[in-house]
């Protein structure tokens, strides 16, 4: 078994999971319809503190975010990494940075003077969860906030595509790739939102060509970017433009092409998930976390949906401490 742990430097959107109990009158009296995920602004988010004030029950609090949840399970795999972001300085984000302390994630987070970004998230009786996001602080990170030092000790720069939503977080992103090319670190893009390509299909396009070695889409993002319902053929198109392309396809599992080869990855897991939140982020981190073992690309890809079939399990985007340790000693048993 390889010992290499490598490190991994990851840039992404903070957002601090506030889990509120509510009721179907609750969200009446909020005018919102139940099951829906809403992009929400400041007054809207202000609104809905000033709600869960009212309640007697404290809500619960995580780390999240496309990018965070994917170094959050490589760290707690065993993998280095660091988050760099924006939040605010404020109670959110003091709660991010403590549980980003206590997951053992190193915290390379700049502060912003507007509201750390949350997804706050009302469950009624019946277990359906009713998501609202604001993206607050994420939306000031920009190259000052980019940390020199931090991506070169790393061995894979990863982000997502949200990243592109505004010019100075993609800035930063562009001065981050510069950084790592210069200093021969692997890059890893999440495209992460179907929305994202629709926006910067042809941007994308370029970034995957010019500055990425491993790109992650799944089969919507990929029939987006292709034009091309078949996911295996996305796969081909993809691995002409990068060195290692993953395409997941669902319960039919995911194709990798490396270096013009594809290797098809079953899934595992259930055949009817619990919760797909955070799936795809969970399969990135599985596959990362192979290639900084110094595994091969098919044994990171069976990890990926080893992973990924756990994750859709449970509730929520990320593993307890318990789970962790069980999937931990796991991999290092039979891999």
């Known amino acids: 078994m390889t010992t290499n742990t490598g490190k991994v430097y990851g840039i992404g959107n903070p957002l601090i999971d506030v889990i509120v109990n509510v009721t179907d009158q609750d969200l009446e009296s909020l005018s919102l319809h139940k099951g829906t ?66 997951l053992n994630v190193k915290d390379n987070l700049a502060v912003s003077e507007n509201h750390t970004g949350s997804s706050i998230i009302l469950v ?23 940390v020199e030092d931090e991506i070169s000790s790393a061995s894979i720069f990863h982000f997502t595509g949200y990243m592109w939503d505004t010019e100075n977080q993609k800035q930063a992103v562009k001065k981050a790739l510069a950084i790592a090319k210069a200093k021969g670190i692997r890059v ?10 629709g926006r910067y299909r042809d941007s994308f396009m370029e970034l995957i060509k010019s500055s990425c070695d491993i790109v ?61 939140t955070g799936a795809g ?16 690309i098919e044994k990171s890809g069976d990890i990926a949906s080893l992973l990924a079939g756990q994750i859709i399990k449970q509730t929520g985007a990320q593993f307890s401490k ?6 931990r000693k796991q991999l290092e048993e039979n891999f």
């Open 37 to 102: 995920m809403n992009l929400i602004d400041s007054k809207t988010r202000n609104d809905l503190v000033s709600f869960i004030g009212t309640k007697r029950e404290e809500p619960t609090y995580s780390c999240g975010g496309s990018c965070p949840n994917t170094v959050i399970t490589l760290s707690s795999l065993g993998i280095n990494t660091t988050l760099a972001g924006k939040v605010g300085n404020d109670e959110y984000g003091k709660i991010y940075r403590e549980r980003l302390s206590s």
């Open 216 to 276: 992650f889409a799944n089969k919507e993002e990929a029939r987006s970017l292709f034009d091309n319902y078949d996911a295996y053929e996305c796969c081909r198109s993809m691995g002409k433009l990068c060195e290692t392309a993953v395409v997941k396809n669902g319960k039919r599992g995911s194709y990798i092409c490396h270096q013009g080869k594809i290797f098809s990855i079953p899934v595992q897991g259930p055949e009817v998930p619990v919760d797909t």
């Open 124 to 146: 009624t009786p019946d277990s359906e969860r009713t998501m609202n996001t604001f993206l607050g602080a994420n939306r000031d990170f920009s190259p000052e906030d980019v």
């Open 322 to 327: 318990e789970k962790s340790e069980e999937l």
């Open 188 to 197: 890893s893009f999440d495209i992460a939102d179907m929305f994202a390509v």
């Open 281 to 296: 982020d969970t399969y990135a981190a599985g596959f990362l976390y192979g290639q900084c073992k110094g595994y091969d």
